[in-house]
C-alpha cells in the first residue's frame, strides 16, 4: 500500500531552527510537495522537490533522498507566524498526490 | 473573482438530504480536485478532473459524484448524505498533473 508518514505534533521556539521529517512508500514516483496550513484555513504550497537534493527558498528549505524514500522541511529564523500544520504529499505514478496527516508545529516565545 | 471559491462556506445537513458543493476557478487550469479532510487523516482524494468533459474516481469515491461541464466549474454532489461524509472538503486546481495544487476555501458540512 501507499504511506506516508511525518511526526504528529512538534514544538519549537521562536527564532529557532526546526526540521520536519516525511518517510514515504508508493507506487511511483513524480515529485513531494509540501504545504503549510493554518487552522481553519486551506493548504498552501511551500516547495517541490523531484530531483535528490537540498532546494532554498527564504527562510524555508526542502530535502529529497529517493533512494532512501525521505524527505524533510527545515524552517530557520522560526516566527509566531509559523505555528501552522505542514502536510507531506508524494505525487504516485498517476500523477495523484498521497498526503501525509501532517506535522502541527506549536511555536513558543 | 481570483483563484478558487467554494460554496458554501459551512452546511449542516440532515441525513438522507442532497446536497451540492460548487467550486468555480478562474485561472483556467486544466486539472480540478475534490478532497475531504478528516481530523488525524491526510487529505483524501474524492474525484479529480483532468481536463474539462473527464472525471476519475480517487481514493474514497463512494457516495459523491462530480460533472465538469466546463474549465471554470466541477461541483461535487452527496446523493444522499450520512454522518460519515461529515469533514471539511477542499477543491484544488492546478495547470498540468504534476504542477502545485491550488487549494479553495474549504466548506466545513456536517451531516445529522
Known sequence: GQNIDQPTEMTATEGAIVQINCTYQTSGFNGLFWYQQHAGEAPTFLSYNVLDGLEEKGRFSSFLSRSKGYSYLLLKELQMKDSASYLCAVMDSNYQLIWGAGTKLIIKP | ?112
Open chain 2, 1 to 112: 473573482i481570483a483563484g478558487i471559491t467554494q460554496a458554501p462556506t459551512s452546511q449542516i445537513l440532515a441525513a438522507g438530504r442532497r446536497m451540492t458543493l460548487r467550486c468555480t476557478q478562474d485561472m483556467r487550469h486544466n486539472a480540478m480536485y475534490w478532497y475531504r479532510q478528516d481530523l488525524g487523516l491526510g487529505l483524501r482524494l474524492i474525484h479529480y478532473s483532468n481536463t474539462a468533459g473527464t472525471t476519475g474516481k480517487g481514493e474514497v469515491p463512494d457516495g459523491y459524484s462530480v460533472s465538469r461541464a466546463n474549465t471554470d466549474d466541477f461541483p461535487l454532489t452527496l446523493a444522499s448524505a450520512v454522518p460519515s461524509q461529515t469533514s471539511v472538503y477542499f477543491c484544488a486546481s492546478s495547470p498540468g498533473l504534476n504542477n502545485e495544487q491550488f487549494f479553495g476555501p474549504g466548506t466545513r458540512l456536517t451531516v445529522l
